[in-house]
């Protein structure tokens, strides 16, 4: 063997050792890493993963359409979680009227949590809720006449109905789904700004 197939074979060596160093402190770097006991109670949320810790109480339903309408829409939910919109989305913050569903649903759809509440809840109540909304950028908050629950927190496809404003599944299903809707990047600090008359 030459000399310089005998430096080839121990650079090949060297590589190769060298790859497979890197690989196990990889390997070693992610198993280092903390996992969450089983019935903790630890919240392993990720949209990536499918068997994501569920938050209680949250109904999922199957959103057929996204398409833009400026046309009333009948949703199957009541408010709705998704479906076909408004081309003009809502801009989040909070509002003392009612907001029309259709730029609601375009909001959800930038990755909003909508919550609505009774009209006639106690304003105590309605203060919490501006409150969840300080430091928010996506967080839509309005009356919606009708409403059968005190409050309904809902985002594309998801909705969590509640009896409490200060239920911590709320807190809970902002955290997990504000500014997670299927059009990532898409921004809720502008848009219409209108209410609709109750």
């Not at 109540?125 to 409050?151: N, T």
């Not at 911590?168 to 219409?192: H, K, M, Q, T």
């Amino acid at each position: 063997m030459t000399s310089l197939s005998k430096v080839r074979v121990v650079a090949m060596s060297a590589a190769l050792c060298i790859g497979t160093l890197t690989l196990s402190g990889c390997v070693s770097a992610q198993d280092a890493s903390p996992t969450p006991a089983a019935g903790a109670g630890a919240d392993i949320f990720d949209p990536a993963v499918a068997d994501a810790t569920p938050i209680p109480g949250v109904e999922t339903f199957a959103v057929e359409s996204s398409a833009h309408t400026t046309d009333p829409v009948d949703y199957p939910q009541d408010p709705p979680v998704g479906g076909p919109h408004d081309p003009s989305w809502q801009k989040c913050r909070v509002y003392d009227a009612p907001v029309r569903r259709e730029n609601a649903v375009h909001s959800l759809e930038h990755g909003a949590v909508w919550i609505t509440y009774q009209p006639d809840l106690p304003e105590s109540d309605r203060e919490v809720l501006a409150k969840l909304a300080e430091g928010q950028r996506f967080l839509l908050i309005s009356p919606y006449p009708g409403l059968e629950d005190p409050v309904v927190a809902s985002a594309w496809g998801e909705q969590l109905r509640l009896d409490d404003v200060n239920d911590p599944l709320l807190r809970a299903f902002i955290d997990r789904y504000a500014g997670n809707g299927p059009e990532p990047g898409a921004n809720c600090d502008s848009g219409v700004e209108t209410t609709v008359s109750e």
